[in-house]
């Protein structure tokens, strides 16, 4: 029994040194045999996550609106991040599942830890969260090259923004997150910090939730110099004609009601650096047109 116990000890001690482990963003330390050969993401934000790791060539399952990188829509869909096809997940044979905290449902998630998949979890909540999680998946990956030099060009690009923005003259701004109902961000939501990086002042950022929901009155008494939308879609500025009805509002008479594509800056990826560059452009308009009006001669519009 002694021999026995002594060799499974040694085999235990020689996977802890042969592993590959990360901590996830439920705090558990999630640990590999070997580098992960067969990827599932669970949610739109977590695949691009995992092709900015390095690691897309490694995904065999995607879920519902994984429409980048292009290459992810060539890649089995298991669902919808809310409502996962279980059987035909777990017959892609993941060595690896990625998680949303807050996005998945808890119980079929359960369900897949109970058959043995090691399910990694995240949900970046901050820039350098972004640039920690493409770190982490890059190491249970085995892309360490590859991932933490994104995550580096991430980094410097958001600190060459803060830079350059941190004297920039504040602008009251209420970002318009969903339509029907009514909802924004407060200012501990990434789209917050995001606000706060252009030299903005979100409207609405001290209310309690993170996503909270609100009222076209609301948006009245609060009247924002300017209001951004992501709107439905890439190229869609409907939800912008709503507050373009109020004369009132100042955004509205200053002609800073502003569209920026949800995909660049609703997703917590590599690409909210290029939504942050197009945020921060729209506050910068916002600022010119004070001048212009400032500049315009008596009885001019």
Request: glycine share 8%; with cysteine.
């Amino acid at each position: 029994m002694k021999a026995v116990a002594t060799l499974v000890l040694a085999g235990l001690c020689q996977t802890a040194l042969g592993s590959v482990c990360a901590t996830d963003d439920r705090d558990r330390q999630v640990c590999l045999e070997q580098s992960a050969q067969r990827i599932a993401a669970l949610s739109p934000g977590a695949t691009e996550l995992v092709y900015a790791s390095g690691a897309g060539d490694k995904v065999v399952a995607v879920v519902a609106y994984s429409d980048y990188p292009p290459a992810a829509k060539k890649v089995a869909s298991v669902g919808s991040h809310t409502r996962l096809d279980l059987e035909r997940l777990v017959a892609l044979q993941p060595d690896l599942v990625i998680g949303w905290v807050t996005g998945n449902p808890q119980a079929q998630l359960a369900a897949l830890d109970e058959l043995g998949i090691p399910i990694f979890y995240i949900e970046p909540r901050s820039f350098d969260g972004v640039s920690s999680t493409i770190e982490r998946l890059a190491t249970l990956a085995g892309t360490e090259d590859e991932g933490f030099a994104e995550a580096r060009r991430f980094r410097e690009g958001i600190d060459e923004l803060v830079a350059r923005y941190r004297d920039a003259d504040p602008v009251p701004v209420f970002y318009q997150v969903w339509d029907e109902p009514l909802m924004t961000v407060n200012n501990q939501h990434l789209i917050g910090k995001v606000i706060s990086l252009c030299g903005g002042t979100n409207v609405f950022g001290d209310l309690e939730r993170l996503v909270p929901r609100i009222s076209d009155e609301a948006v009245l008494a609060a009247d924002p110099e300017a209001i951004l939308a992501g709107g439905m879609g890439e190229e869609n500025r409907q939800w912008l004609d709503r507050w373009a009805a109020f004369p009132q509002l100042a955004a509205t008479q200053q002609d800073n009601l502003y569209f920026v594509p949800p995909s660049l800056i609703q997703r917590p990826t590599p690409r909210l650096l290029q939504g942050s560059r197009l945020f921060c452009e729209k506050l910068d308009e916002a600022r010119a047109h004070r001048t212009s009006s400032a500049d315009a001669e008596p009885g001019q519009p």
